[in-house]
């Protein structure tokens, strides 16, 4: 079992920055490809950004492409989201998740396994 824990979401203006943060912990000995999802009120749940084991490849959704970076230090058992330029379409909860993979980045959703609580980031306009 892994165990994810997301931290860091909160309250921002438009055009901010924040940054959100993912604690593993458990058997973390596997090698997991880590993605961040976000779910709006009333939409569904949307792979934003991906990164692979290594950290070597990453993935990020076009609607925030240049805008968002995620990040991972596998020694520290973190993964990190930044986001730059928020918008009002970004408020949303973030969940950070972990699919069993090596060198990919998992696509779908139902690929990953284990799951944070979500943390809320709001953008206000």
């Known amino acids: 079992q892994v165990q994810l824990v997301e931290s860091g979401g909160g309250l921002v203006q438009a055009g901010g920055s924040l940054s959100v943060s993912c604690a593993a912990s458990?058997?973390?000995?596997?090698?997991?490809?880590m993605g961040w999802f976000r779910q709006a009120a009333g939409k569904e749940r949307e792979l934003i950004a991906g990164?692979?084991?290594?950290?070597?490849?990453?993935y990020y959704a076009e609607s925030v492409k240049g805008r968002f970076t995620i990040s991972r230090d596998n020694a520290k058992k973190m993964v990190l989201l930044r986001m730059s330029s928020l918008k009002a379409e970004d408020t949303a909860v973030y969940y950070c998740?972990?699919?069993?993979?090596?060198?990919?980045?998992?696509?779908?959703?139902?690929?990953?396994?284990?799951w944070g609580q979500g943390t809320q980031v709001t953008v206000s306009s």
């Open positions: 990164i692979n084991w290594s950290g070597s490849d990453t």
């Open positions: 458990g058997r973390t000995d596997s090698e997991y490809a």
């Open positions: 998740a972990a699919a069993a993979a090596r060198f990919s980045i998992p696509k779908l959703m139902s690929t990953y396994t284990y």
